[in-house]
């Protein structure tokens, strides 16, 4: 079985179409194993309340979502476990702790980030982590 680290851009597609909402649901298909660092649960919060606020979506359909999404097969690392990881990544990369985390579980788990972070993805496509990371219109091709 394939192990995917995913982050809290991919995990919300899973809910709320968007754009590669479809992409990002492969995803779910039975075949791939998921994983993320437990900093995924405050970030997929933040995203769900935020659509609420800008009327997005209801406060009854973020109860759902998030019910829905805490049954999911998703295994999460403590982020303390990563921390030490990530700081030095965020140094070296120029990239934020939060994205970091993501990418300490890829490397430690030796597996692949799958994000539709463009931002994040652009910077790190010519860097030394460009081999664990995935473009979520990529998930086809995996």
Partial sequence: ??????????????????????????????TYELLAPDLLLPEFGHILWKKVQLGEITQETSRRIIHEFKAMMLQTYPSTLLLETAVEMANTLAQTVNDCFYMALAFTEECQLVTADRKLYNSLKISFFADKLVWVEDISNL
């Fill in 1 to 30: 079985m394939n192990r995917y680290v995913v982050d809290a851009t991919v995990a919300v597609k899973w809910f709320i179409p968007e754009i590669n909402s479809e992409k990002a649901a492969r995803l779910l298909d039975g």
